[in-house]
């Protein structure tokens, strides 16, 4: 058996792809996601780069099981992700990069592979279910307004960010916005405007969930 410690000897004995072309591809996803939110290179550096990549092989194995058994792996990983700082915002864009790199590699089986798509679906709707879009998209924009453009063009999709790990807390994974903000609110690293928009957005957001939920109390 190929196990996820032959890619990260801190990983645990879970199977990745024997495929050569599925590894590859869970890979190419896991760099891909790596790239697109600095954040984790800059909080997690090379040995979460490890994990994501790890992970990532993981991941593609689901697609071999049936869509109730995916789903439930995936809440699972959400809940660890979230309380150790990574919005599930993260995890669904891995997801659907995954998706896609499976489909280039295996266009015939692309059927298969969207049990991985409804999944980000899953844990898209549910952040969706707590701050709608047009919610999270008023955030974003008074959030780039009180930041500086150097730490936005550093950190990009803080406030989309943000607003996940509030869904998250809200949905069981028990400290996922303040582990989030604590980091992103730490003096030492971010100027004092930075730190004050991080915590007006992550208020904001709790309040807009709230308030939601009032409404479609029956």
Do not use: K
Not at 36 to 45: D, M, Q, S, T, V
Not at 109 to 120: G, K, M, P, Q, S
């Amino acid at each position: 058996m190929i196990s996820a410690a032959m890619l990260n000897a801190e990983a645990a004995t879970h199977p990745v792809p024997a495929d050569p072309r599925e590894l590859a591809a869970s890979l190419r996803a896991g760099d891909l996601c790596w790239h697109r939110f600095p954040y984790l290179a800059e909080r997690y550096g090379e040995r979460g780069y490890r994990f994501t990549r790890s992970d990532s092989a993981w991941l593609a194995t689901l697609t071999h099981l049936d869509p109730p058994t995916v789903a439930g792996q995936i809440s699972w990983l959400r809940q660890v992700l979230a309380t150790r700082g990574i919005p599930s915002l993260i995890l669904q864009t891995h997801l659907n990069i995954l998706c896609d790199e499976l489909d280039a590699a295996f266009p015939a089986n692309i059927a298969v592979h969207d049990t991985l798509r409804r999944a980000a679906d899953g844990l898209r709707d549910a952040r969706q279910a707590h701050i709608p879009d047009v919610q999270i998209a008023a955030l974003a924009a008074a959030f780039d307004l009180a930041t500086e453009a150097y730490w936005r063009s550093r950190l990009p999709q803080t406030p989309h960010l943000l607003v996940a790990a509030v869904a998250d807390e809200i949905d069981g994974s028990i400290g996922a916005a303040v582990n989030l903000s604590g980091w992103m609110t730490n003096p030492q690293r971010f100027p004092a405007g930075w730190i004050a928009a991080v915590e007006a957005t992550v208020s904001q957001a709790r309040a807009a969930a709230g308030a939601r939920a009032q409404r479609v109390q029956p």
